[in-house]
């Protein structure tokens, strides 16, 4: 006789689904979603966690622009930057918006480091999460809060397990902030994130960062509802103690070239790709990249090695 059962219920017992998307923050996080801010070094990306962190907390619109539905307390952990160095950058922020610091429900874990790979530190932040009971838990970045190979899925995946187990025990949103990989022009923005695919396909919301010659871009995407157009943002100093992160000028969507002509681009001369390299890189689907190498393998301009696929001369 089995004792351990899992649990089931019958199909027309399961609660209806929501039909309207809720927000955190409108338009750019999902009401308790888990998911990745990520760009490269030095893309404001901290900047950004941070001005997300505050709305929550206080309740004003993100980036001068987004709303914020429902306010609540807001825990950070951020694992590169002196305490001092991040209060003056929330003061700075809270400045700018003309909030008193001292009333801000911000929660800042001081602790020197957090490894969430193992106990007790596990244990310890589920327990100050469940305490605090945050609408949203930042983490900056995830590369300092484990001891795992990034690149091995089955690694990877009990970390994700764990923030997932977050969000769903404390309905809480979990936002980790992440680098991406160098050398990706041309690559869909959530092909572009450091280690294992789960990351990205762990979000419910996610946000990258990108640096062009003046500006940051900030391209938005989510697992239920569509995404809004690019934006582009600048990081000003209204005064010398009010540096924050502000929306510029609505940026259009890029015009990919053909599938064909980013595989050739992918490929210079000598140089092979397996077809499954060639699809991470390009981030489309394997149907969609067969139906072009084949075309270019018709052509002339495409051949099949040994080692994968390689311009021909």
């Given at each position: 006789?089995?004792?351990?059962m899992?649990?089931v219920?019958r ?8 039909q309207?998307?809720r927000?955190?923050v409108?338009q750019?996080?999902g009401?308790a979603s ?8 030095k893309?404001a990306k ?9 709305s ?10 987004f ?5 609540g307390p807001?825990l950070v952990y951020l694992?590169e930057?002196?305490l001092p160095?991040?209060?003056e950058?929330?003061?700075g922020?809270?400045?700018q918006?003309g909030?008193?610091l001292?009333a801000?429900d ?8 957090l490894?969430l790979d193992r106990?007790p530190?596990?244990?310890?932040l589920?327990?100050t999460?469940?305490?605090l009971?945050?609408?949203?838990l930042?983490l900056d970045?995830?590369v300092r809060l484990?001891?795992?190979d990034e690149?091995?899925?089955g690694?990877?995946a009990?970390?994700l397990a764990?923030f ?5 025990q404390l309905?809480?949103?979990v ?6 990989r160098?050398?990706?022009a041309g690559v869909a923005a ?9 990351l990205h396909?762990?979000?419910d ?5 990108r640096r062009?010659?003046?500006h940051l ?7 239920a509802a569509p ?5 582009t943002?600048?990081?000003l100093?209204s005064?010398a103690?009010r540096?924050h992160l502000?929306?510029?000028?609505d940026?259009p969507q ?8 980013q ?16 699809r991470d890189?390009?981030?489309v689907?394997?149907?969609r990249?067969?139906?072009a190498?084949?075309a270019?393998?018709r ?5 099949r090695?040994?080692a994968g696929w390689?311009?021909?001369?």
């Amino acid at each position: 006789m089995l004792t351990d059962m899992l649990p089931v219920v019958r199909i027309g017992d399961l609660p209806p689904a929501n039909q309207t998307q809720r927000w955190l923050v409108d338009q750019l996080w999902g009401d308790a979603s888990v998911g990745v801010i990520g760009g490269a070094p030095k893309c404001a990306k901290t900047w950004l966690g941070l001005d997300l962190a505050l709305s929550v907390a206080t309740g004003t619109a993100c980036l001068g622009t987004f709303a914020v539905p429902r306010s609540g307390p807001v825990l950070v952990y951020l694992a590169e930057d002196a305490l001092p160095t991040v209060r003056e950058r929330v003061a700075g922020m809270a400045r700018q918006r003309g909030l008193d610091l001292a009333a801000i429900d911000l929660h800042v874990i001081t602790a020197p480091t957090l490894l969430l790979d193992r106990e007790p530190h596990r244990t310890q932040l589920f327990a100050t999460a469940r305490q605090l009971r945050p609408r949203l838990l930042l983490l900056d970045p995830l590369v300092r809060l484990h001891a795992l190979d990034e690149n091995h899925a089955g690694e990877i995946a009990g970390l994700l397990a764990y923030f997932r187990h977050l969000q769903r025990q404390l309905a809480v949103a979990v936002m980790l902030v992440h680098h991406t990989r160098k050398n990706t022009a041309g690559v869909a923005a959530g092909q572009t994130l450091r280690g294992s695919g789960d990351l990205h396909a762990f979000g419910d919301s996610n946000l990258y960062l990108r640096r062009t010659r003046e500006h940051l871009v900030l391209v938005t995407e989510h697992r239920a509802a569509p995404a809004p157009p690019p934006i582009t943002l600048q990081l000003l100093t209204s005064a010398a103690d009010r540096t924050h992160l502000q929306v510029t000028t609505d940026l259009p969507q890029p015009v990919r070239p053909p599938l064909q002509d980013q595989v050739l681009d992918l490929l210079p001369p000598g140089v092979s790709f397996t077809r499954a390299k060639l699809r991470d890189q390009l981030g489309v689907k394997n149907e969609r990249l067969g139906q072009a190498l084949e075309a270019l393998e018709r052509a002339g301009r495409l051949h099949r090695t040994a080692a994968g696929w390689q311009r021909s001369n």
